[in-house]
Structure formats: structure tokens, C-alpha cells
């Protein structure tokens, strides 16, 4: 058999068994070892093919619309350090469990360690980050090894699917000359079981009918309860957790990332100031729960993971259809690995349901209390970080995507920004937490979701600069909120701001870039925005307009430290007056 | 002992013998978990601080300062995907030999694999690309540990150091509250061992007198003998090569990154040209050799290396101090694992010297000849990339550095750049030869070594874009000269360039970017090159200029392949014609 024939003859079998398996979107980065593979793709009429220069920006560009679509998505690489460069990404999918298929193309084996260029050790290149690692066999065209490269194939896609989903790494040794003959007519055609060779269905994990019901009458005795829900993102997880805490007159304490906040779903139950509250003792002490029920991550708010460390004493269920350990503070009393969505609508038949709770009755009390209160941040004249997060419930479109920056973004959107009725998925990176990526993953799921905000700081922006391309390449939408304080404005939060001497240096770190030069360069607009009416203004004129946006809203770090300082002590003070019974 | 005073001890401990074993700069990216640390060493009086946002390019950048400065540079990151990114870097390390001491932080153990915010598996992260892991113990003041964390650090800057140099990673579990008490005056003062707690001396590999006698004589029986020299870059290595040479009358085939077409040492038996006569085939029969000795890596010329593959029948030594296998198409008949420098010192003792070679001459008279007939590149009058790299020998100052990018460039420059008394260094990351982090190395290495000249392709120049925050920070001398020929010139040379339909797609990619703009941004010079003359006199004008210097020489991509195609054709008939007797 001729080289090239067994070389497209597998390549393209496994191309095909990809897109059975449900893969519409590849990311690929220019190379010549990853040749086969990228030319069998492009030919591929139902393959979505993104080209991406920076391999890093490639991979989180590919996270974004596996994020987005909540489905599998592939990256191809050639051999050597373009595939170190997915790391953080493949990181970022691994505990955010997004699933990825990596293939990177290798050396083949002769050519391996033994100083050949571009060939580095490849094999287990991403460690423990990634749920399965093949070392493909050597390209073959014999009924055996074409059903090899369709079965790994899709085993490999039902891997990064199941839960907890996650990114899986194929390894291919290509061997020169690398082009394959893509002109066949034939080319896809599967000669045996053209659906796809083997599909895998995937059950969630469930309880039996008595355990529900065991643990529905347990959670019955409680009338002090509380929910949180973490960083969540199941289709139908919202209406059941709300049906669920109506059965159980239980506040919701929802995370910006439970995609609580906005939706079509009720909200009567869910608290969404906790932030701001839970840093007041009085409050801690008047709102102490019984039992607390915990659905996804962990949440943003360290208020929060505070108040769930200081009740450790009471019985602590952890909800986690991908059987993870989500417990930092080691609170958990009980961990039960069941699909959320399904112990929610399980639990909810057993639950007797009350009709009144004051405990609930409490926390939503003072949760409208302290959103009253917090309104105060739009008096602010001067630009302020805390009041631009105020706005956005209000500005950005019905149906839209929030995508938010690590660090001091998401921590805002937390504390300012609240329920509404409006359909908004917000979107972050919290697997890890990295500022790296972050436009990349956004602009990656703008190119499968409209309309797309992005709200990022200075560094974050500057981290991922590269990722900018693809909105020029591929003319996608996406308007950026660029808060720039010039520098890591979080650590003006932490005990390191009382350690001037080294503090700029090694924490503030300006910059001082004027980004209005990067974002020409990548054909964006450019608005430096001065005021709230040119803001307001700017907003409205852009969200009509296509590729890439930059607003920019200066802010000072010194000034977004006391503005945040002085208004949770306001608000401690006002809760404080209001559970003393001062008027 | 309270938890500030074990932290801030053990750091200092730590950092003290760092210094001690002759680390001078360490680059930092901020971050919270690595606080203790990077205050510590922003602390030491001796310790160069360079701060870089972006892990990856800053990892690149320690990369250049350690390949300049031939000794081992510390690196130091936060928890999470920070280190992630320092995965191409390292991995180019472990490749091209250079030392790197990488220290990331990490949570504690109770914090790890719990969901904790920027948590990730940090043991191992960088598989077998680090020559050794250390999960390092957590902070105590006592003895022991004082000691431990001294001999951990003078053993992890031995290791990096010692042949094969390579990187090393040292995890460090930081728990809060993370601020270290700096203040104190015998922060650095060590209690016992004032000089540093361990000094290691680690030899180099050196065979007996008697196997240099045995091979010295096997050798002193061949007439058609070549050396060959890939990358290498030992200090005293030139002279002592040259030496042995004039005692064989054997020619050296002298690669770019041999450091050998440079400097003071003789030119004498220096071939320059291999690259374009090695294609022709008269050439290689008249020139044929009976033994090859090889030093450093694989040289860059395909050309060579299939010559080398041609000859696979006959001896060929390779002499390897960092006993590697460096090897790719198994044609090696002894491989030596002896220091290189020491390996040409003992062999030339015991050579019996010839007083002339005819085969020698035929050699040089052919590379003579080559060298005359490329000269032609000069008559373009567009502007050309094969020119550019041919002018460069004279346009460079003495003493300068000049950095290559991968791909085009290093091909180029082996093709046009020849024998000079100029002390010029050539830098170029041929680890893996990836086209990512090579702003950053030349810029590391520019802060050590001036003057340093870049000279990358605009992919290149894209990829790590970042890179050049560096030098606009820190006021760092660079001079880039940017072949912009939109997209990925090297592919028209490979077989993919016949394949129409996906090429521009999957191979030219052009971008199609302005780079004036991010230069800008960066507050350096952009010279928009467009005639020769102009290149002249920006390159004059630009010589004493400070800080960042960009100037574009835009080439077209299919007229480059042209130029290059013609004039090795050129160049092989006069050379075949030379060879056959036809005046």
C-alpha cells in the first residue's frame, strides 16, 4: 500500500468519524508535521475550520465555543513547543470541564529524541490535565486500523464529554511526504456503518428512588437552610433548583456564574447581595443556617466561603454530578455525586412542601436592604468600576453573553450585579482563575453566540492581546469593557497594599499602555471614554456595530479601593442599624 | 514559631544561597501566592528584579539572559496556569541546553485538589521536560529545614548548570497570610556557611589519554575527512576546533550557531556555503568524504543533512559533552560522550599532522566558488530577503549579537551570512525550533549583551508580540529587523506550496497586520523600509539609538521563492560546469 493512500485513508476516517460524533468546530494553527490533518479538515463540508497563528490564544479560542455550544470541540497543532502553548487552556478546561480534543501531530517514532528538529516528548505532554491520552498508531489503510482510528475517535469524544467533561490528547505520528490526496470524491464516504461506527451513550449519575427520598425527608426537618449555588452552567438546572427551593422555602445564594441571576426562571427565592452582607457579623449571626446544600464551584465571593467555613458545625450537602471534591475548607458533611438537574426535580417530589419560612423571609429582607443601599454607587460622578458593574444588568441586551475577566471583574459583577429578567449568560474562566486567555475564550464563544460583552482589566487585556486576531480575521462581534487602572488593581485589596516599599513594583505593576494603538491594529474601534453620558451614549451607538469594539473606562486603583471601602461600610452600617432595630 | 517568622526564615535561606551559587536575576511575574518570595528577592541587594505580566514571555526572556550569560536565571510565578505558561520556554530550554531554575508557588496541601480558586496540580507540571521536580517541604524555622531549603537550592542551580544544562522545578506550598517581614536587617545573613551552604563541582565528561591516542590515530589515517559543527556554545570551543582542523586538513563545516564564521580564532578550513552546493550532485559525488566527525546539534542545512544521510556507509563520529543522542537519521557510527573542547585539546596532541589535502583544497575551492556566484543576490534591486541576510555581515557592528528567528530566517542566514573577523554571536532558539517566545529571548538576552540585532519573520514578530513590553519597561536596547512577507514564507518551499486550494488557508495565513501600530504602543521606532538605500541609512541611523527600533522590510512571498530557486540554480550550473571542466 502506498504511503499516501494509508496516510488519507486513516486521517480521513478519523475527520469523519469526528464529525459523526457531533464536532462542527476546528481551531487550527499553521505547521507543517499537522499537514494530513488539517488538509483532510478543510476539505471536510461540514467542519467549521478556525485558523489561529498563536497557539495559546488557539486553544482558548477553542474553549470559548466548547464553553459556549457545551459541546466538544477540536485544536490541531504541528509537533514541538506549539503544543506546549495549549497548556494553560487545556488547564483551564480540566477544571472548568469543557471539553476539548487536542491532536497534536508528532515525529514519527524513528525521529523521536534523537535530535531531530521541532520533535520534543510528546507523549503524556499535558500530564494529569487531561481525562485520556492515545499515542496513535502509525497511519494504515486496513479494515483493523480504520475502525482503530473511528473507534478512539469516538471514545475519545464521549470521554471529553462525559461528566465531569474535560479535554482528552491524541497524539499522531505523521511520517513525510505529509500531503495527503485530498481530491478523492470518496474521500468521507465510511464503508462500513456510515452513521458512525459506534455512538456512546452516556448516562448521568443518579440516586435510587430511596435515597431521594431519604434525603428529602432529612432536608424536610430544616427550616433554617440555605442553597448556593456556584459556578454552574446545565440547560435546565435553573427552573428545577428554583422549583426545588420553592418545595423548601429555601434562599438561593446565586452566583453571577450559576446563571441564576438572569433568565426566564423565577427569582423569588434567590439572593444575589450576599457579597455585601455577609462581611457585616451582625447579619452572619442572624442569618446562621442549620443546613447548607451547595450546587457547583466554589463561589466567587470569599464573604461567602467565609460564612461557609464559619458554619462547619452544621450539616454541609454537596451536590456534584461530576463526583469532583469541591470543599476547600473541608466542610462538607455529606457528598452526594448526582446530576444537579436530576436531584433537584428527584428531591422536589419527596420535599412536603411549607408555606412560610421567616428564615427565608430574613435573608431576602436583607438582601433587598442591601441592593437598596448599594444603589448609592450610582451617585458616583467620576468613572467608577463598582458603578459601571451596577449598569450592565440594565445596558446590555436581552439574549446577550457576558463574558467577565478573572480578578477584580468577577468580583464586581458579584457584588453590583443582580437579578433581572432579562436572558444574559454570563461566562468566565474559573477553572483556574488565570488572567491569561480571556479574550481568546471570549471572542471564541462570540463566534458561536451573539451578542457578546466583555468586561476584562488592564492586565488581562494586555495578557491575551494576541487573541484580538481572530475578531479581525474572522470579522466577529465583540465589544470590550476595558477597565484600566493601569495595573493588578486587585492587590490594592490585599494585605500586600500595606507593604508600599514594594508594591508597584511587584504588585501595582502599571504598564502604562495606550491600548488604542493595539485595537487599531487589530481594525477595532476605540472609544475612551471620559463620562457616564458618553458612556451611556457609546454603549447604545455601538451595539449595532459588527467586528471588534474597545471601550475604554480609566479608573484610578487608590480611588476604586475606597469607593468599594467606604460603600460596604455604609451598607454594614445601615444593615446593622436595621437588625438592631435602630431606625 | 510564628507562621511569619518560619515563612520569612526559610525564604530568605532559600534566596541567600541562590545568590550564593551565582544566580544574579531572577524575572518575576505578579501574583498573590508567590508574594513571600518575590518580596524577599525584590529584598536582596544583588538580585536583578525583571518583572514581566505575561508568564510565558517571561519565562522566554530568563531563557536569553541564561543563554547569553551561559549560567542559570531564576524564574518565579504564581499558582495556577501562570506556570502553564512557562511551558514553551522551559521545553526550548530542555532542548537547547540552557540552565533555568523554575520556582512557582502553590497552595498548601489542604488546599489542593478541593476546588480552591487557583488551584491546580502543580507536582510534575512540567513532566519529563525538567531535569528535576522538587515538591518543596512547607516553610519551618528550624535547622533542618534552614539547611534543607539551602542545599535544595544549591543542588537545583548544580543540576540546572551541569552538562547537559537544562531547567529544573522547585514547587513551593506558600499558606496565608502570604507577606513576609522584610524588614528585618539580617534578613540575608546566613547563620552557619556564610559563602553558601554547599558548593558543588560538577566535572565534564573527558575520555582517557589513552582512547584520545587510539582515536587520534584512527583519525590521522583519514585524508577525506570533514568536520561538521552544528549549534554549539562553549566559550574556548572555537579555537581549539580550529586547531585540531589545521592538524587533520580536515574542512569544518561551520553552521551559523557553531559561533565558528565569527570572531578571532582562523577561518582557515572554515566552510561557509555547504548549504547551497550540498544540492548539487556533482558536488557531492567530487566532494564525497570517508569519515565525518561531528560537534553540537544537527545543523539547520537540510541540504547538509541529507548529505550526511548519503554518506551513512562511512565513519562518523559524534562527540557529544552533554552525552544526548543527537542523531535523527541514525547514521552515527561512534558516539563519543567527551566535554567537545577538551575532546579537540587531547585528539590534536596526538595527531600527526598533514602538511597538506587535496580534498581539503577541493572543498574550499568549491565553497570559494559558491560564495562568489551568491554574491549575485546583490544585483536585486527590490528589496529581497536573501540580500538582507547577505548584507548583514558588514552592516553589523563588532561585538554585536545577532538573534534568528526559526523558520526562514536561520535558513537564510546560513545561506548568505559568511565568514567575518567581526565578534559576532549568533543566538537563535534551536531547541525545538518553535516560532514562539523569540521577542522575549532576544530581548533577555539583549538586557545582558549589547548591541543585540533581531531579525524574525511577521509571524514570529506576531507570536510573541508581548514580548516587547520588556523593552519598552525597562529601556532595553533592541534592534528588530522585520521580514514581513504576510504569512508563513517557509511553507512555499515545502511540498504543501502545491496544493492551491488550502494553501493560503492552511499554510500562507497572511495576517495582514500593521505593526507600526503595536510598536508604537511599545514607544519604539518604526522605519517602514522601501529601497535599499533607505535600509542603509536607517540601519546607520538607528545604531546609537536607545530602547526599541523596529524596522520592516516587506518581501513578497512567491518572488522570494523565485529569487532563492534561481539563484541556487544559478549557482549549481556554474558549479556543475566548474566540477565537469566546461569553462
Known amino acids: 500500500m502506498d504511503h499516501q493512500e494509508n496516510l488519507t485513508a486513516y486521517v480521513a476516517a478519523f475527520v469523519a468519524e469526528l464529525v459523526k460524533t457531533g464536532v462542527k468546530d476546528v481551531v487550527i494553527s499553521p505547521g507543517s508535521r499537522s499537514t494530513p490533518m488539517a488538509m483532510v479538515m478543510a476539505e471536510h463540508p461540514d467542519l467549521r475550520i478556525h485558523i489561529h497563528i498563536d497557539e495559546r490564544s488557539a486553544a482558548f479560542f477553542a474553549l470559548g465555543i466548547a464553553k459556549s455550544l457545551r459541546k466538544p470541540v477540536a485544536i490541531l497543532c504541528t509537533s514541538g513547543t506549539a503544543a506546549a502553548n495549549y497548556y494553560p487552556a487545556i488547564i483551564e478546561a480540566h477544571y472548568s470541564r469543557v471539553p476539548l480534543i487536542v491532536l497534536t501531530a508528532d515525529r514519527p517514532h524513528e525521529l523521536r529524541d534523537v535530535g531531530a528538529p521541532q520533535a520534543i516528548d510528546q507523549i503524556h505532554l499535558f500530564g494529569k490535565h487531561v481525562k485520556w491520552f492515545v499515542e496513535m498508531a502509525p497511519p494504515e489503510k486496513t479494515d483493523e486500523m480504520l475502525r482503530y482510528a473511528r473507534s478512539v475517535c469516538a471514545r475519545a469524544a464521549a470521554i471529553a ?39 456512546v451513550e452516556t448516562g448521568e449519575l443518579t440516586l435510587s428512588e430511596e435515597k431521594y427520598e431519604e434525603l428529602a425527608g432529612i432536608l424536610s426537618q430544616y427550616d433554617k437552610g440555605i442553597i448556593v449555588c456556584g459556578p454552574l452552567d446545565e440547560e435546565f438546572f435553573a427552573e428545577n433548583i428554583t422549583k426545588l427551593a420553592s418545595a423548601l422555602k429555601f434562599p438561593i445564594l446565586a452566583d453571577p456564574l450559576s446563571q441564576l441571576r438572569s433568565g426566564k426562571h423565577s427569582k423569588d427565592y434567590i439572593v444575589d447581595a450576599y457579597d455585601t452582607f455577609l462581611r457585616n457579623s451582625d447579619c452572619k449571626k442572624a442569618l446562621k443556617p442549620d443546613i447548607i446544600i451547595r450546587f457547583g464551584a466554589m463561589p466567587v465571593s470569599k464573604a461567602l466561603s467565609i460564612f461557609i467555613k464559619e458554619n462547619m458545625n452544621i450539616p454541609q450537602f454537596v451536590i456534584d454530578g461530576g463526583a469532583g471534591w469541591r470543599d476547600p475548607a473541608a466542610t462538607t458533611s455529606n457528598m452526594i455525586y448526582c446530576n444537579e438537574t436530576e436531584f433537584c426535580k428527584s428531591i422536589a417530589k419527596y420535599v412536603s412542601e411549607k408555606n412560610h419560612n421567616q428564615f427565608l423571609d430574613k435573608w431576602l429582607e436583607i438582601n433587598k436592604l442591601t441592593k437598596t443601599k448599594l444603589s448609592k454607587i450610582n451617585d458616583i460622578e467620576e468613572l467608577s468600576e463598582g458603578k459601571l458593574f451596577y449598569q450592565l444588568a440594565d445596558l446590555i441586551p436581552d439574549g446577550a453573553t457576558l463574558f467577565v475577566g478573572n480578578s477584580m471583574p468577577i468580583r464586581d459583577l458579584d457584588t453590583f450585579f443582580h437579578v433581572n429578567d432579562k436572558s444574559i449568560r454570563i461566562m468566565a474562566n474559573r477553572g483556574a482563575n488565570g488572567i491569561d486567555g480571556i479574550i481568546s475564550t471570549a471572542i471564541g464563544a462570540a463566534a458561536v453566540s451573539q451578542p457578546m460583552y466583555l468586561i476584562v482589566g488592564d492586565l488581562t487585556f494586555f495578557h491575551d492581546l494576541n487573541g484580538l486576531l481572530a475578531a479581525k480575521l474572522y470579522d466577529i462581534n465583540i465589544k470590550i469593557l476595558l477597565v484600566n487602572n493601569n495595573g493588578g488593581g486587585i492587590f490594592s485589596f490585599l494585605p500586600q497594599a500595606s507593604q508600599p516599599k514594594y508594591f508597584e513594583l511587584l504588585f501595582g505593576t ?62 454594614s452600617r445601615e444593615i446593622s442599624n436595621k437588625i438592631n432595630g435602630v431606625s
Open 161 to 199: 464529554l462525559r461528566s465531569p467533561s474535560g479535554p482528552v490528547h491524541l497524539n499522531f505520528p505523521f511520517r513525510e511526504p505529509l500531503v495527503p490526496n485530498v481530491g478523492k470524491e470518496d474521500l468521507f464516504d465510511l464503508p462500513v456503518r456510515s452513521d458512525g461506527y459506534v455512538s
Open 510 to 571: 502599571p504598564i502604562d499602555l495606550n491600548f488604542e494603538y493595539a485595537v487599531r491594529m487589530y481594525n477595532g474601534k476605540f472609544d475612551k471614554i471620559t463620562s457616564w453620558e458618553q458612556f451611556n451614549s457609546s454603549f447604545l451607538r455601538n451595539m449595532d456595530d459588527s467586528g471588534l469594539s474597545v471601550m475604554e473606562i480609566s479608573t484610578d486603583r487608590d480611588r476604586n479601593l475606597i469607593e468599594h471601602r467606604e460603600l460596604w461600610n455604609y451598607v
